[in-house]
Protein backbone atom coordinates (compact mmCIF):
# COMPACT_ATOMS: atom_id res chain seq x y z
CA UNK A 1 0.00 0.00 0.00
CA UNK A 2 0.70 3.78 -0.31
CA UNK A 3 1.75 5.32 2.12
CA UNK A 4 -1.29 7.72 1.89
CA UNK A 5 -3.49 4.42 2.05
CA UNK A 6 -1.91 3.67 5.02
CA UNK A 7 -2.14 7.13 6.75
CA UNK A 8 -6.28 7.27 5.60
CA UNK A 9 -6.42 3.62 7.67
CA UNK A 10 -4.41 5.06 10.97
CA UNK A 11 -7.10 8.24 10.30
CA UNK A 12 -9.83 5.99 10.37
CA UNK A 13 -9.04 3.79 13.59
CA UNK A 14 -8.33 7.19 15.33
CA UNK A 15 -11.63 8.81 14.49
CA UNK A 16 -14.14 4.93 14.43
CA UNK A 17 -12.89 3.52 17.70
CA UNK A 18 -13.26 6.10 20.23
CA UNK A 19 -16.40 7.28 19.16
CA UNK A 20 -17.64 3.34 18.77
CA UNK A 21 -16.40 2.95 22.69
CA UNK A 22 -17.93 6.17 23.32
CA UNK A 23 -21.52 5.63 21.86
CA UNK A 24 -22.17 2.24 22.25
CA UNK A 25 -20.59 1.91 25.37
CA UNK A 26 -21.92 5.29 26.96
CA UNK A 27 -19.62 6.43 28.46
CA UNK A 28 -20.51 10.19 28.39
CA UNK A 29 -21.26 10.49 32.33
CA UNK A 30 -17.72 8.80 33.72
CA UNK A 31 -15.98 9.25 30.54
CA UNK A 32 -16.15 12.22 27.80
CA UNK A 33 -15.29 11.78 24.30
CA UNK A 34 -12.04 13.30 25.20
CA UNK A 35 -11.26 10.96 27.71
CA UNK A 36 -12.25 8.16 25.55
CA UNK A 37 -10.29 9.69 23.18
CA UNK A 38 -7.26 9.94 25.15
CA UNK A 39 -7.49 6.06 26.27
CA UNK A 40 -8.14 4.52 22.94
CA UNK A 41 -4.50 6.53 22.22
CA UNK A 42 -3.07 3.90 24.40
CA UNK A 43 -4.43 1.24 23.48
CA UNK A 44 -3.62 1.33 19.88
CA UNK A 45 0.07 2.51 21.19
CA UNK A 46 3.09 0.29 21.38
CA UNK A 47 1.95 -1.04 25.00
CA UNK A 48 -0.88 -2.50 24.26
CA UNK A 49 -1.76 -2.73 20.05
CA UNK A 50 1.86 -3.11 19.78
CA UNK A 51 2.54 -5.58 22.30
CA UNK A 52 -0.62 -7.66 21.24
CA UNK A 53 -0.19 -7.33 17.40
CA UNK A 54 3.40 -6.02 16.75
CA UNK A 55 3.62 -6.80 12.79
CA UNK A 56 -0.11 -4.81 12.04
CA UNK A 57 1.19 -2.17 14.84
CA UNK A 58 4.48 -1.62 12.98
CA UNK A 59 2.62 -1.33 9.17
CA UNK A 60 0.07 0.59 10.37
CA UNK A 61 2.14 3.27 12.59
CA UNK A 62 5.47 3.55 10.85
CA UNK A 63 7.64 6.24 11.14
CA UNK A 64 6.45 8.10 7.81
CA UNK A 65 2.79 8.07 9.13
CA UNK A 66 3.33 8.94 12.57
CA UNK A 67 5.48 12.20 11.38
CA UNK A 68 2.35 13.09 9.49
CA UNK A 69 0.38 12.35 12.14
CA UNK A 70 2.75 14.52 14.29
CA UNK A 71 2.76 17.32 12.56
CA UNK A 72 -1.31 17.60 12.32
CA UNK A 73 -1.35 16.97 16.29
CA UNK A 74 1.24 19.87 16.82
CA UNK A 75 -0.56 22.40 14.79
CA UNK A 76 -3.98 21.12 16.45
CA UNK A 77 -2.83 21.45 20.11
CA UNK A 78 -1.39 24.79 19.33
CA UNK A 79 -4.43 26.14 17.88
CA UNK A 80 -5.77 24.91 21.70
CA UNK A 81 -3.77 26.59 23.76
CA UNK A 82 -3.80 29.66 21.63
CA UNK A 83 -7.01 29.84 21.89
CA UNK A 84 -6.93 28.57 26.01
CA UNK A 85 -4.85 31.94 25.96
CA UNK A 86 -7.08 34.07 24.78
CA UNK A 87 -10.06 33.20 27.31
CA UNK A 88 -7.73 33.53 30.28
CA UNK A 89 -9.89 36.56 32.16
CA UNK A 90 -7.58 38.48 34.39
CA UNK A 91 -9.78 41.10 35.08
CA UNK A 92 -12.69 39.10 37.09
CA UNK A 93 -9.48 37.68 39.28
CA UNK A 94 -8.29 40.81 39.93
CA UNK A 95 -11.49 42.25 41.30
CA UNK A 96 -12.09 39.08 43.60
CA UNK A 97 -7.97 39.23 44.39
CA UNK A 98 -8.19 38.44 47.90
CA UNK A 99 -10.48 35.35 47.52
CA UNK A 100 -8.99 34.62 43.78
CA UNK A 101 -5.26 34.54 45.02
CA UNK A 102 -6.05 32.47 48.40
CA UNK A 103 -8.01 30.04 46.61
CA UNK A 104 -5.64 29.28 43.23
CA UNK A 105 -2.49 29.27 45.42
CA UNK A 106 -3.23 27.30 47.41
CA UNK A 107 -5.12 25.17 45.43
CA UNK A 108 -1.81 25.14 43.13
CA UNK A 109 0.67 24.90 45.96
CA UNK A 110 -0.51 22.07 48.05
CA UNK A 111 -0.30 19.86 44.91
CA UNK A 112 2.63 20.91 43.78
CA UNK A 113 4.57 20.44 47.30
CA UNK A 114 2.12 17.28 47.43
CA UNK A 115 3.45 15.95 43.85
CA UNK A 116 6.86 17.33 44.14
CA UNK A 117 7.21 14.93 47.43
CA UNK A 118 6.06 11.99 45.02
CA UNK A 119 8.76 12.94 42.51
CA UNK A 120 11.49 12.84 45.18
CA UNK A 121 10.55 9.55 46.26
CA UNK A 122 10.60 7.92 42.61
CA UNK A 123 14.17 9.11 42.07
CA UNK A 124 15.90 6.75 43.86
CA UNK A 125 14.59 4.24 41.29
CA UNK A 126 15.97 3.59 38.37
CA UNK A 127 14.26 4.46 34.84
CA UNK A 128 12.21 7.39 35.88
CA UNK A 129 14.03 10.77 35.43
CA UNK A 130 14.54 12.11 31.84
CA UNK A 131 18.14 11.72 30.00
CA UNK A 132 18.43 15.24 29.61
CA UNK A 133 16.83 16.33 33.48
CA UNK A 134 18.40 18.08 36.41
CA UNK A 135 17.25 17.04 39.26
CA UNK A 136 15.18 20.13 40.64
CA UNK A 137 13.91 20.26 37.12
CA UNK A 138 12.31 16.35 37.34
CA UNK A 139 10.84 17.06 41.08
CA UNK A 140 9.00 20.57 39.77
CA UNK A 141 7.91 19.22 36.02
CA UNK A 142 6.39 16.06 38.49
CA UNK A 143 5.24 18.21 40.91
CA UNK A 144 3.11 21.18 38.63
CA UNK A 145 1.82 17.85 36.55
CA UNK A 146 -0.35 16.97 39.58
CA UNK A 147 -1.29 20.66 40.46
CA UNK A 148 -2.23 21.28 36.80
CA UNK A 149 -6.16 22.10 35.85
CA UNK A 150 -7.06 21.94 32.82
CA UNK A 151 -9.07 24.99 32.21
CA UNK A 152 -10.31 24.09 28.59
CA UNK A 153 -11.86 20.79 29.77
CA UNK A 154 -12.87 21.91 32.86
CA UNK A 155 -15.26 24.45 30.99
CA UNK A 156 -16.44 21.98 29.00
CA UNK A 157 -17.57 19.87 32.20
CA UNK A 158 -19.16 22.67 33.55
CA UNK A 159 -21.27 23.45 30.57
CA UNK A 160 -22.65 19.54 31.32
CA UNK A 161 -23.15 20.16 34.72
CA UNK A 162 -24.85 23.34 33.80
CA UNK A 163 -22.96 25.25 36.02
CA UNK A 164 -20.22 27.55 33.64
CA UNK A 165 -22.61 30.30 33.14
CA UNK A 166 -23.57 30.42 37.00
CA UNK A 167 -21.57 32.34 39.83
CA UNK A 168 -19.90 29.11 41.21
CA UNK A 169 -18.47 28.44 37.48
CA UNK A 170 -17.70 31.49 36.87
CA UNK A 171 -15.98 31.57 40.93
CA UNK A 172 -13.78 28.58 39.90
CA UNK A 173 -12.67 30.25 36.03
CA UNK A 174 -10.91 32.96 37.84
CA UNK A 175 -9.06 30.64 40.30
CA UNK A 176 -8.35 27.83 37.15
CA UNK A 177 -7.22 31.26 35.02
CA UNK A 178 -5.02 32.45 37.80
CA UNK A 179 -3.56 28.63 38.13
CA UNK A 180 -3.21 28.14 34.66
CA UNK A 181 -0.70 31.39 33.92
CA UNK A 182 1.38 29.90 36.83
CA UNK A 183 1.32 26.52 35.20
CA UNK A 184 2.89 28.36 31.97
CA UNK A 185 5.40 30.59 34.11
CA UNK A 186 6.89 27.45 35.81
CA UNK A 187 7.16 25.44 32.56
CA UNK A 188 9.01 28.03 31.03
CA UNK A 189 11.42 28.30 33.97
CA UNK A 190 11.90 24.25 33.81
CA UNK A 191 12.76 24.73 30.58
CA UNK A 192 15.34 27.86 30.34
CA UNK A 193 18.70 26.38 28.40
CA UNK A 194 21.39 28.46 30.44
CA UNK A 195 23.18 27.30 27.02
CA UNK A 196 20.93 29.41 24.92
CA UNK A 197 19.17 32.62 27.54
CA UNK A 198 20.28 35.19 25.13
CA UNK A 199 18.07 33.30 22.73
CA UNK A 200 15.96 33.08 24.87
CA UNK A 201 15.80 36.34 26.08
CA UNK A 202 16.11 37.65 22.88
CA UNK A 203 12.57 35.88 22.03
CA UNK A 204 11.10 37.11 25.24
CA UNK A 205 12.15 40.95 24.25
CA UNK A 206 11.21 40.74 20.29
CA UNK A 207 7.69 38.86 22.17
CA UNK A 208 6.66 41.77 24.47
CA UNK A 209 7.71 44.52 21.58
CA UNK A 210 5.56 42.67 18.26
CA UNK A 211 3.04 42.11 21.28
CA UNK A 212 2.27 46.12 21.76
CA UNK A 213 2.47 46.17 18.28
CA UNK A 214 -0.04 43.46 17.64
CA UNK A 215 -2.30 44.88 20.43
CA UNK A 216 -2.17 48.18 18.31
CA UNK A 217 -3.33 46.33 14.93
CA UNK A 218 -5.91 44.02 16.48
CA UNK A 219 -8.03 47.03 17.40
CA UNK A 220 -7.82 48.33 14.44
CA UNK A 221 -8.48 45.79 12.18
CA UNK A 222 -12.30 43.84 11.97
CA UNK A 223 -12.97 41.13 13.11
CA UNK A 224 -12.94 38.40 10.09
CA UNK A 225 -9.23 39.44 9.91
CA UNK A 226 -8.17 39.47 13.55
CA UNK A 227 -8.80 35.64 13.30
CA UNK A 228 -6.39 35.75 10.57
CA UNK A 229 -3.82 37.55 11.93
CA UNK A 230 -4.07 35.97 14.95
CA UNK A 231 -3.26 32.55 13.52
CA UNK A 232 -0.32 34.14 11.72
CA UNK A 233 0.78 35.51 15.33
CA UNK A 234 0.46 31.95 16.69
CA UNK A 235 2.93 30.75 14.01
CA UNK A 236 5.35 33.44 14.75
CA UNK A 237 5.32 32.84 18.76
CA UNK A 238 5.28 29.49 18.25
CA UNK A 239 8.26 29.34 15.59
CA UNK A 240 10.08 32.05 18.31
CA UNK A 241 9.26 29.62 21.42
CA UNK A 242 10.81 26.59 20.12
CA UNK A 243 13.69 28.32 17.94
CA UNK A 244 15.14 30.16 21.60
CA UNK A 245 14.76 26.48 23.56
CA UNK A 246 11.52 27.16 25.22
CA UNK A 247 8.90 25.49 23.15
CA UNK A 248 6.34 26.19 20.28
CA UNK A 249 3.59 25.42 23.11
CA UNK A 250 4.58 28.00 25.55
CA UNK A 251 5.06 29.72 22.41
CA UNK A 252 1.30 29.34 21.76
CA UNK A 253 -0.31 30.22 24.98
CA UNK A 254 1.83 33.32 25.08
CA UNK A 255 0.36 34.19 21.33
CA UNK A 256 -3.08 33.76 23.19
CA UNK A 257 -2.37 35.52 26.53
CA UNK A 258 -1.96 38.89 24.85
CA UNK A 259 -4.52 38.76 22.72
CA UNK A 260 -8.17 40.31 24.33
CA UNK A 261 -11.10 38.03 24.39
CA UNK A 262 -13.95 40.55 23.45
CA UNK A 263 -11.97 41.26 20.20
CA UNK A 264 -13.39 37.99 19.32
CA UNK A 265 -16.97 36.51 18.90
CA UNK A 266 -17.71 34.33 21.65
CA UNK A 267 -19.86 32.13 19.94
CA UNK A 268 -17.04 31.80 17.07
CA UNK A 269 -14.31 31.06 20.45
CA UNK A 270 -16.49 28.44 21.23
CA UNK A 271 -17.50 27.14 17.95
CA UNK A 272 -13.27 26.95 17.07
CA UNK A 273 -12.53 24.99 20.13
CA UNK A 274 -15.54 22.50 19.56
CA UNK A 275 -14.45 21.82 16.41
CA UNK A 276 -10.47 21.64 17.00
CA UNK A 277 -11.20 19.05 19.64
CA UNK A 278 -13.71 17.32 16.93
CA UNK A 279 -11.87 17.49 13.89
CA UNK A 280 -7.95 17.17 14.94
CA UNK A 281 -7.60 16.52 18.48
CA UNK A 282 -8.28 12.61 18.34
CA UNK A 283 -4.71 12.71 16.32
CA UNK A 284 -2.62 14.70 19.32
CA UNK A 285 -4.26 12.21 21.30
CA UNK A 286 -3.25 8.99 19.20
CA UNK A 287 0.08 10.68 18.98
CA UNK A 288 0.18 10.89 22.65
CA UNK A 289 -0.70 7.21 23.46
CA UNK A 290 2.08 6.18 20.71
CA UNK A 291 4.67 7.42 23.37
CA UNK A 292 3.28 5.21 26.14
CA UNK A 293 5.76 2.87 27.75
CA UNK A 294 5.80 0.17 29.94
CA UNK A 295 9.24 -1.09 29.97
CA UNK A 296 9.45 -0.65 33.54
CA UNK A 297 6.81 -2.99 33.77
CA UNK A 298 2.68 -2.21 34.38
CA UNK A 299 2.68 -2.89 38.12
CA UNK A 300 5.31 -0.37 38.46
CA UNK A 301 3.76 1.98 36.21
CA UNK A 302 1.02 1.59 37.75
CA UNK A 303 1.60 2.16 41.03
CA UNK A 304 3.20 5.52 40.26
CA UNK A 305 0.28 6.84 38.54
CA UNK A 306 -1.61 6.06 42.04
CA UNK A 307 0.71 7.76 43.90
CA UNK A 308 0.78 10.98 41.70
CA UNK A 309 -2.92 10.46 41.61
CA UNK A 310 -3.69 10.27 45.39
CA UNK A 311 -0.59 13.69 45.36
CA UNK A 312 -2.78 15.51 42.79
CA UNK A 313 -6.24 14.83 43.98
CA UNK A 314 -4.99 14.53 47.76
CA UNK A 315 -3.46 18.26 47.47
CA UNK A 316 -6.60 20.01 45.31
CA UNK A 317 -8.92 18.72 47.92
CA UNK A 318 -6.22 20.18 50.79
CA UNK A 319 -5.65 23.22 48.94
CA UNK A 320 -8.83 24.58 48.99
CA UNK A 321 -10.49 23.18 52.18
CA UNK A 322 -7.60 25.30 53.28
CA UNK A 323 -8.91 28.43 51.41
CA UNK A 324 -12.48 27.98 52.57
CA UNK A 325 -11.26 27.62 56.36
CA UNK A 326 -9.82 31.46 55.98
CA UNK A 327 -12.33 32.71 53.60
CA UNK A 328 -15.56 31.04 55.80
CA UNK A 329 -16.75 29.08 52.81
CA UNK A 330 -20.07 26.99 53.63
CA UNK A 331 -19.66 23.40 54.64
CA UNK A 332 -18.83 21.30 51.05
CA UNK A 333 -18.23 24.48 49.20
CA UNK A 334 -14.14 23.78 49.41
CA UNK A 335 -14.81 19.93 48.46
CA UNK A 336 -16.37 20.59 45.61
CA UNK A 337 -14.41 23.17 44.01
CA UNK A 338 -11.61 20.80 44.87
CA UNK A 339 -13.14 18.26 42.85
CA UNK A 340 -13.75 20.47 39.93
CA UNK A 341 -9.84 22.28 39.95
CA UNK A 342 -8.61 18.37 39.97
CA UNK A 343 -9.00 18.06 36.41
CA UNK A 344 -6.25 17.20 34.16
CA UNK A 345 -6.67 15.71 30.83
CA UNK A 346 -5.46 18.04 28.18
CA UNK A 347 -3.41 20.62 29.40
CA UNK A 348 -1.51 18.03 31.58
CA UNK A 349 -1.21 15.99 28.74
CA UNK A 350 -0.22 18.98 26.75
CA UNK A 351 2.57 19.82 30.01
CA UNK A 352 3.74 16.79 30.34
CA UNK A 353 4.65 15.76 26.64
CA UNK A 354 6.55 18.71 26.90
CA UNK A 355 8.55 17.56 29.78
CA UNK A 356 8.71 14.48 27.54
CA UNK A 357 10.24 16.03 24.32
CA UNK A 358 12.83 18.32 26.88
CA UNK A 359 13.63 14.81 28.26
CA UNK A 360 13.04 15.81 31.44
CA UNK A 361 10.99 12.45 32.14
CA UNK A 362 11.53 9.08 31.03
CA UNK A 363 8.19 7.39 28.83
CA UNK A 364 7.35 5.59 31.84
CA UNK A 365 7.06 8.55 34.13
CA UNK A 366 5.01 10.22 31.18
CA UNK A 367 2.73 7.06 31.04
CA UNK A 368 2.05 7.01 34.61
CA UNK A 369 1.26 11.35 34.46
CA UNK A 370 -0.97 10.41 31.58
CA UNK A 371 -2.86 7.27 33.09
CA UNK A 372 -3.12 9.95 36.16
CA UNK A 373 -4.66 12.80 34.30
CA UNK A 374 -7.24 9.87 33.03
CA UNK A 375 -8.32 8.68 36.28
CA UNK A 376 -8.20 12.26 37.36
CA UNK A 377 -11.05 13.41 34.77
CA UNK A 378 -12.74 10.79 34.82
CA UNK A 379 -13.49 10.74 38.67
CA UNK A 380 -14.95 14.81 38.19
CA UNK A 381 -18.64 14.14 37.35
CA UNK A 382 -19.34 11.03 39.15
CA UNK A 383 -18.10 12.78 42.00
CA UNK A 384 -19.65 16.62 41.78
CA UNK A 385 -22.94 15.53 40.22
CA UNK A 386 -23.73 14.28 43.86
CA UNK A 387 -22.21 17.11 45.69
CA UNK A 388 -24.27 19.58 43.57
CA UNK A 389 -27.50 18.12 44.37
CA UNK A 390 -26.85 18.56 47.92
CA UNK A 391 -25.52 22.15 47.80
CA UNK A 392 -27.90 23.88 45.45
CA UNK A 393 -27.26 27.07 47.67
CA UNK A 394 -23.87 27.68 46.69
CA UNK A 395 -24.24 27.21 43.37
CA UNK A 396 -26.08 30.56 42.78
CA UNK A 397 -24.42 32.69 45.50
CA UNK A 398 -22.14 35.60 44.52
CA UNK A 399 -19.43 36.46 46.67
Request: glycine share 8%.
Amino acid sequence: MSSTEIFLIAMTLIFTLPYLIWRVGRTEYYAPLVVVQIITGILLGPGVLGAAFPDYYNFVFNPQVIQLLNGIAWWAVMIFVWVAGIELDLQQAWEHRRESGITAGLALGTPLLLGCLAAAALLPYPGWIGPKAMTWQFVMGVGMACAVTALPILILLMEKLDILRQPIGQRILRYASLDDIAIWAVLAVILVDWERIGRQLGFLLAFAVLAYLLRRLMQWLPERDRWYVGLIWLAVCGFGADWSGLHFMVGAFLAGAVLDSHWFDQKQMDSLRHHVLLIAMPVFFLSTGLRTNWNLGGASVFLAAGVLLLASVGGKLLGTHLAGKILHWEAGEGSLIGWLLQTKALIMIIFVNVLLDKRIISSETFTALLLMAIASTMLTVPVVSPKLKRLQSIIFRNR
